[in-house]
């Protein structure tokens, strides 16, 4: 396996903004997402692809994830919230939770740039928010264990 930042985060050799944990999964304010009131879903575990997660795990990830979207819209009052799993990115299965403000947030259209007369999709375009205002966002979405 290359260096993976989730693996490296679960050692606690990188620093992430916790929003839950528990013996299978980790929920991290993520570094680069259209909104810094989002959420990533994923195990401690690696496992390349969601589609491998075994059934029980995925749908654990996805439980947390559903209770996130739920505390966002509370917490954030989004017009709706956006769940998805992309697969690229980082190669460990994660499950991205995030508000939505605008229609082309389910595709995240904060990522698009044109290079080369071509649209693309990157974190180019993405401010990256401070330490402090992640860590703010992982106080209010924080979730306690089996709610």
Do not use: W
């Amino acid at each position: 396996m290359s260096h993976c930042p989730f693996c490296e985060i679960i050692r606690g050799n990188l620093e992430a903004s916790v929003i839950y944990e528990d013996h299978l999964v980790l929920a991290i304010v993520p570094l680069h997402a259209p909104y810094p009131e989002s959420a990533l879903i994923f195990p401690k575990e690696h496992i390349d692809h969601f589609t491998d997660l075994p059934k029980d795990l995925a749908t654990h990830v996805m439980r947390v994830g559903f209770d996130l979207g739920k505390k966002i819209m509370q917490v954030y009052q989004p017009d709706r919230i956006g769940m998805g799993v992309h697969g690229y990115g980082v190669g460990h299965a994660h499950f991205n939770v995030f508000p939505q403000r605008h229609g082309m947030d389910v595709v995240f259209g904060k990522m698009a740039y044109v290079k080369d007369g071509e649209v693309k999709f990157g974190f180019r375009n993405l401010p990256v928010p401070s330490r402090e205002k992640m860590d703010e966002v992982a106080r209010k979405l924080r979730l306690e264990v089996n709610q």
